[in-house]
């Protein structure tokens, strides 16, 4: 049976891409879609209220994806990136029926993991939340395009809050990354995938410890090259917009949110507190 071309007709090219996270780990994401499509409206939701989602049930991190999906939906946007790798592993089939279609949406795990499974022919290491690596998501996309890579994923629930405590080039998060990455699961990998849209905020302290010993790669880049394949094929690109508008919404507004959020976007930011 020949799969269904999907029809994003109705969709216009100056309409926003909806990006959501737990938290500011997304920002990751959505900075790397700034750099490759600097012409196009943003709004993200940053679910700051209830991170991690890490440690949350399923049903619970199910229930926070949807109501932003809507949410996003609602104010037009043409597109979705789910920049949060707990909620791609968790909540990406119940994003999807919600969806029904009508919107192109864009995970963090399966890109990565097509692109790393191609690529990439030696032992990988995944390190991310526990609901992430309970899941088991990342093996399960990575052996589906190359059932001969060896995946090896270790649980690293300390360094979300590390990092939404502002914890970056500290002793405390040096301390803690040592702690994960000593680990014997992860003894033998020449590839580490950073399973959580947070962790790039880490990764000159996580090359650090490797040196040039293990590859770590960038997701961020893959996630936002993937979202500019598809709005190209589908004549979504915004390319005649020279001042796009980003709007930021949070559950729960934090300083170290701003610090980021304005560190990556300039001072023209608008954070607006919206509970869903």
């Given at each position: 049976?020949?799969?269904?071309?999907?029809?994003?007709?109705?969709?216009?090219?100056?309409?926003?891409?909806?990006?959501?996270?737990?938290?500011?780990?997304?920002?990751?994401?959505?900075?790397?879609?700034?750099?490759?499509?600097?012409?196009?409206?943003?709004?993200?939701?940053?679910?700051?209220?209830?991170?991690?989602?890490?440690?949350?049930?399923?049903?619970?991190?199910?229930?926070?994806?949807?109501?932003?999906?809507?949410?996003?939906?609602?104010?037009?946007?043409?597109?979705?990136?789910?920049?949060?790798?707990?909620?791609?592993?968790?909540?990406?089939?119940?994003?999807?029926?919600?969806?029904?279609?009508?919107?192109?949406?864009?995970?963090?795990?399966?890109?990565?993991?097509?692109?790393?499974?191609?690529?990439?022919?030696?032992?990988?290491?995944?390190?991310?939340?526990?609901?992430?690596?309970?899941?088991?998501?990342?093996?399960?996309?990575?052996?589906?395009?190359?059932?001969?890579?060896?995946?090896?994923?270790?649980?690293?629930?300390?360094?979300?809050?590390?990092?939404?405590?502002?914890?970056?080039?500290?002793?405390?998060?040096?301390?803690?990354?040592?702690?994960?990455?000593?680990?014997?699961?992860?003894?033998?990998?020449?590839?580490?995938?950073?399973?959580?849209?947070?962790?790039?905020?880490?990764?000159?302290?996580?090359?650090?410890?490797?040196?040039?010993?293990?590859?770590?790669?960038?997701?961020?880049?893959?996630?936002?090259?993937?979202?500019?394949?598809?709005?190209?094929?589908?004549?979504?690109?915004?390319?005649?917009?020279p001042n796009p508008n980003y709007h930021f919404y949070l559950s729960d507004i934090?300083?170290?949110?701003?610090?980021?959020?304005?560190?990556?976007?300039?001072?023209?930011?608008?954070?607006?507190?919206?509970?869903?």
């Amino acid at each position: 049976m020949k799969k269904k071309t999907a029809d994003y007709s109705h969709l216009k090219p100056e309409q926003p891409i909806g990006i959501f996270d737990s938290g500011v780990g997304g920002l990751t994401v959505a900075k790397e879609i700034k750099r490759l499509l600097p012409n196009e409206n943003l709004i993200y939701f940053g679910d700051t209220k209830h991170l991690p989602y890490g440690d949350k049930s399923k049903e619970a991190i199910i229930e926070y994806s949807t109501k932003i999906t809507d949410f996003l939906l609602k104010n037009s946007c043409k597109a979705i990136v789910i920049a949060c790798n707990t909620a791609t592993a968790n909540a990406l089939k119940e994003v999807q029926h919600l969806v029904s279609g009508a919107v192109p949406i864009i995970d963090v795990i399966n890109p990565v993991a097509e692109k790393v499974a191609y690529e990439i022919h030696n032992n990988i290491g995944v390190i991310a939340t526990k609901a992430t690596v309970s899941s088991g998501l990342y093996k399960k996309s990575i052996r589906k395009h190359n059932k001969f890579i060896k995946v090896d994923e270790l649980a690293t629930p300390l360094l979300v809050p590390a990092i939404e405590e502002g914890f970056k080039n500290h002793p405390i998060t040096h301390a803690i990354i040592y702690n994960y990455l000593s680990n014997h699961r992860l003894k033998n990998i020449e590839t580490l995938i950073l399973g959580c849209t947070h962790y790039p905020l880490l990764i000159e302290e996580i090359k650090q410890y490797y040196g040039n010993r293990v590859r770590v790669i960038d997701s961020p880049n893959i996630v936002a090259s993937q979202l500019k394949m598809i709005m190209d094929k589908h004549h979504l690109l915004n390319t005649n917009n020279p001042n796009p508008n980003y709007h930021f919404y949070l559950s729960d507004i934090t300083k170290n949110f701003e610090k980021i959020s304005k560190k990556f976007f300039g001072k023209a930011i608008d954070l607006e507190l919206k509970v869903l």
